[in-house]
């Protein structure tokens, strides 16, 4: 799939090596992304335990969650856990690492170090893109690296991702699509996509286009 960026001024085929602005990223498709958010947190559970990530759509799905009970969430996700900590009976983890300045998110090895001493009920990752292979991609070594430890400590892992990421490339790949145990997205996958997503017992969980942004 060829998608085209008018984000910015101007035309011009998506980046392989640079992904959009934070600002950018979080009016990007943003009604997807609340609609993927309360439709993933229909399947988490009442006090699980759960990894969030950074990114956007993370964000939104931090809110969503703000309906359950009994939370044990660890995030390297600011954003995130200012949301969350809101709610008295969820508790909040936050990692330790290097803050970055756009969009709050924590990196490096401290924050590896940190996820390492827990294995949760679900670890939530949000990706810049799956190509035809099946390979979950991103644009930051250091973030990615963080999600494959999120992925490693996690019972289930769900993947947020809108529909835009479908066929989009990126540089570092996070891992395989057979790693994820759900996807959750705003449109039904293309059919190439769907093949794969078959063939790799993932589950896919497209949103309802009825429930709102509020």
């Not at 973030?143 to 991702?161: D, N, P, Y």
């Amino acid at each position: 799939m060829t998608e085209t960026n008018n984000l910015l001024g101007g035309a011009g085929l998506p980046s392989s090596v640079e992904n959009l602005g934070y600002q950018a990223r979080k009016v990007f498709c943003s009604s997807g992304k609340v609609r993927i958010a309360r439709t993933l947190a229909k399947h988490i559970p009442n006090e699980a335990s759960l990894f969030i990530d950074i990114g956007t759509t993370a964000e939104e799905v931090a809110k969503a969650l703000c309906e359950h009970k009994g939370l044990r969430i660890i995030t390297n996700n600011l954003n995130a856990a200012c949301t969350l900590s809101e709610k008295s009976d969820f508790e909040v983890f936050v990692t330790g690492g290097i803050v970055r300045s756009g969009d709050r998110g924590i990196t490096g090895e401290a924050t590896i170090d940190f996820i390492n001493q827990f294995n949760v009920d679900f670890g939530i990752i949000s990706i810049s893109g799956i190509d035809a292979e099946g390979s979950l991609l991103d644009f930051d070594y250091s973030e990615v690296r963080v999600g494959q430890a999120i992925i490693s400590r996690s019972r289930k892992v769900f993947l947020a991702a809108d529909h835009t990421k479908f066929g989009r490339d990126a540089m570092v790949r996070i891992c395989k699509i057979t790693d994820v145990d759900a996807l959750f997205t705003d449109q039904a996958p293309p059919q190439p996509m769907a093949n794969l997503l078959s063939a790799a017992q993932v589950e896919v969980f497209i949103a309802d286009a009825e429930i709102g942004t509020d």
